[in-house]
């Protein structure tokens, strides 16, 4: 069992309330609320083992942590750009790392920007800020080509989806698979936007932006669930699912006229 606390004062020193039931019991505590000089040496000492540190050129912290939307005991995603080494997740204690070489990062940036260009939008440096001041993330046709094809397909599939349960049942659901499409393509598209416009993503602009379009965060609770489980339920209105398919077809063409 793992309970979330917050310390009090106890004295001259600081202590943790706890379930009766766990007296005379061994626990453990874990400090969650990490100085960035402490993540940077707890991910030095996770890494040790898998690269040199001396191929490494800067780490930063990325993700939820980095914008300051994290919930509950989340994650700490952090990127480390190294001079060779590349490792695509590395999953350690409650650090989620990736490591990518600095000839991935130029063929990212200039091939296939997502989502490291978001990543490196939102980073706060750990070690080495002036390298991140010299990275140039611009969106282009070219980098954003891939994602937004394969968008193309995906609204074709969602479509194919809709169209089969509305001749069936007008009132039906649609699947967990669906939900999470509509989200997923819907959060990139928004994070190509913000890129364009030289904005900082927000975990909770963007949800209330789906709130706005489907009335509703069933789609979005939905698409949450699905990362998390491979059971497929239905539980997307078919209306929800519609207005957001509209919405998406709509914005997917209006990026397309925005890239270069």
Not at 22 to 47: F, G
Not at 108 to 137: D, H, S, W, Y
Not at 158 to 183: C, Q, R, T, V, W
Not at 187 to 195: E, P, S, V
Request: charged share 30%; with cysteine.
């Amino acid at each position: 069992m793992e309970l979330l606390k917050k310390t009090i004062k106890s004295g001259n020193a600081s202590a943790v309330v706890l379930p009766k039931a766990w007296l005379n019991k061994q626990v453990r505590i874990e400090l969650v609320d990490k100085s960035p000089e402490m993540i940077l040496y707890e991910v030095l000492d996770a890494v040790k083992s898998i690269i040199d540190l001396q191929d490494i050129i800067g780490i930063y912290l990325v993700g939820s942590y980095a914008r300051n939307d994290q919930e509950g005991i989340s994650d700490i995603d952090i990127l480390i750009i190294s001079e060779k080494t590349s490792k695509e997740l590395i999953k350690i204690s409650n650090y989620e790392i990736m490591i990518v070489s600095l000839d991935l990062l130029n063929y990212k940036l200039n091939e296939n920007l997502l989502p490291i260009g978001t990543m490196l939008k939102e980073a706060r440096p750990l070690l080495n800020n002036k390298f991140l001041k010299e990275i140039k993330i611009e969106v282009t046709k070219k980098n954003t080509k891939w994602f937004l094809d394969t968008t193309e397909n995906s609204l074709k599939v969602i479509k194919n989806s809709i169209d089969k349960i509305e001749k069936k049942k007008p009132d039906g659901k649609l699947s967990d698979s669906i939900a999470y499409s509509l989200i997923l393509r819907l959060r990139t598209l928004y994070m190509i936007d913000c890129l364009i416009k030289n904005k900082d993503y927000r975990k909770n602009a963007f949800i209330k932006l789906i709130e706005e379009i489907s009335c509703s965060l069933t789609a979005y609770n939905r698409y949450v669930y699905a990362k998390d489980h491979k059971e497929n339920k239905r539980l997307l209105p078919l209306e929800e699912g519609k207005m957001l398919y509209e919405y998406l077809k709509s914005y997917l063409q209006k990026i397309r006229v925005s890239v270069k």
